[in-house]
Structure formats: C-alpha cells, structure tokens
C-alpha cells in the first residue's frame, strides 16, 4: 500500500509575514514544489495548502514552520537557505535549521552578526573552540578562511591573544619573491589578498591597519614563519594544499604556548610541482589520532555561494578523473 495522501495548512499572520518568509515571488514554495515530487502546494490569500504523499507534506511543513520560526526572530533567509532548509528536512534534520541560524560566531566593525550557515560550520567552529590546532579542509565557497579569521578577531578582540598571524604559501612565485618588483608588502600582497579581504570585512580598515601599526596583526608568507616561535597568538595558514610536507612541519612547529592554529585548504586545487607532496595532505594521514589536533572536512553541502557552485563541485568529486592529476 502507498503512503496515506493528507492535507496540511499554514496561515500567516499578515500579508507582511508571508513575503518576508516566502522570499521574492514565493521562492521558498517553488523550490519546495520542484523539491517534493509527491506533494503539491498551492496558496490562498495568506494561507499555504500542502497536500500528497504523507511524510512529503509533513517535510515541507515542517519547514515552513522552521523558516517562519527564523522570520520571526529576524532572520530572513535567502535562496541558498531555502535550499539548505530542504537539504536538512530530506537528512531529518530540519529541527537544526532554527538553533544553526541564531548561533552568533562574531560581530563585525559594522555591527552585522556572523553566523554559520550549515551543519558542517558549525562543527568547524566547535572544534576551533575546543583545540589548539585545526585543519578545515574542503571546496572553496565553504567559509573555511573566513569563519577563521572571525574567531581570530573576537580572540584578539577578548583578550584571549595578542596577536593575529595570517600566512599563505607563495607558490605561484616559488617563494622566490626576489625578481618581484616593490617592497616585501608590494611583493606578498597578490597572494594575500583573500586574507585581506576577510580581515577587513570582519574588523575594518581602520581597525586592521591600526593592527599592523601595533604589532597585534601580522600577515606574512609562509616563508617567513621559518625559525620563529608564536606565542599568545592566533594562526592561520591559508592554502595549505600549497604547502609542501617539509613547509607544513616547519609551520606546525611554531606553535608557541597560547596559541591556536587554523589550518585550511583544498587538496582537489594543488599547484606544487609534479611530484611534490603536500603538506596537507602528509599532515592529514600522520595527525589525526593526536588530541588537541581535529580535521574537519567540508562537502559540497557546505557551500554557501550560488547554488550552481555546489553542483559543480559535486560533478567533479563524482568524476575525480576531471581533475588534474
């Protein structure tokens, strides 16, 4: 026998309530149509009808009452979270979708709260909270560099460091920045530029070059973190995919007392020299039965760029014979 067939209801208070939650021309109830292909919505004024196949019309009104929930509090969702909602209702997760999204990670300059947008972030953050040395692996557009350097600032910011250290291999120059044109800064800064760019996104302009001034910021190659030791400070180490085995054990030997290491990158975008190993991917096979070092591996369910992104990503993890060898 099929599934029972029923019928479901959902009111809104107002005409207001029902934009907000719905999104822009009922996006939320498209995608929930083209999503559940054994139930069917339709709408009334203010009121949504959800009816077909039982544990479809349950799912999709479970999450109307989780983004509705959201509304309320005053977190409007875009496109992307609608589509992450429908994710979690098909794992049985959607109970997770209110408490995930009302989770502060930081505040930037401006006063807008950072928050993790997937289940995957969230354990990141966590297990950044709870050790001294993190690798977060995974594609690109999962908030890996960012979500770190947010907890780096509220670290600096509460006094639990003195400074911030933010690094990435050069490896584009082959570390041999000699034949660039300009000073150091002029010479690093191309490779530097999406640390930048989060950094000043979460503490400002202002704030970040008053840093720099002080000594409390840091950014520098890798290159140049041989033979330091890096106490009361909080590390990350962008790109670590680029990093060669002999790089990595330099870099994760720094560790000074206080301090925490971030570790991130992408072992699907590789650009050391045929033959050379990464360090990453060494560090991933040697590391993981040490306490106080966790891995955390991002999917393609944890991109929050467009859409289109994660079903590239998943197109190429499917056919891994795509990617450059």
Do not use: C
Request: glycine share 8%; aromatic share 8%; net charge negative.
């Amino acid at each position: 026998m099929g599934q029972e067939i029923i019928v479901r209801k959902w009111a809104f208070a107002t005409n207001e309530e029902a934009v907000s939650v719905l999104g822009p021309n009922d996006a939320l109830l498209h995608l929930l149509d083209h999503a559940y292909e054994e139930a069917k919505v339709t709408t009334r004024g203010t009121e949504v009808s959800l009816s077909g196949k039982e544990e479809e019309v349950e799912a999709m009104y479970a999450i109307l009452r989780a983004v509705t929930q959201l509304s309320q509090l005053g977190v409007h969702l875009s496109e992307g979270d609608y589509r992450y909602a429908i994710d979690l209702a098909k794992a049985g997760e959607i109970n997770e979708l209110v408490p995930l999204y009302t989770a502060e990670v930081a505040t930037t300059y401006r006063g807008k709260v950072i928050r993790v947008k997937t289940l995957g972030q969230r354990r990141y953050v966590d297990a950044i909270r709870k050790n001294d040395i993190v690798f977060g692996v995974g594609p690109a557009g999962t908030g890996k560099t960012y979500l770190a350097v947010a907890l780096a600032v509220m670290a600096l910011k509460r006094g639990e460091v003195k400074r911030i250290v933010l690094t990435r291999p050069a490896v584009e120059a082959g570390e041999n920045l000699g034949f660039l044109p300009g000073d150091l800064q002029e010479k690093v800064d191309p490779y530097l530029r999406p640390i930048y760019d989060a950094l000043y996104d979460v503490y400002g302009l202002e704030q970040v070059q008053r840093g720099f001034e002080r000594g409390n910021i840091e950014v520098a190659p890798l290159a140049y973190m041989r033979g330091r030791t890096l106490d009361d400070s909080f590390v990350i180490l962008d790109e670590a995919q680029n990093t060669t085995a002999e790089q990595m054990k330099m870099f994760l030997t720094r560790l000074g007392f206080g301090s925490k290491m971030v570790i991130t990158g992408d072992v699907t975008q590789i650009d050391l020299p045929r033959g050379r190993l990464s360090g990453l991917v060494q560090a991933s096979r040697l590391l993981t039965d040490i306490p106080g070092i966790a891995f955390h591996y991002f999917s393609g369910h944890d991109v929050v760029r467009h859409h289109l992104v994660q079903k590239i990503i998943e197109a190429y993890d499917h056919d891994a014979s795509a990617l450059p060898q």
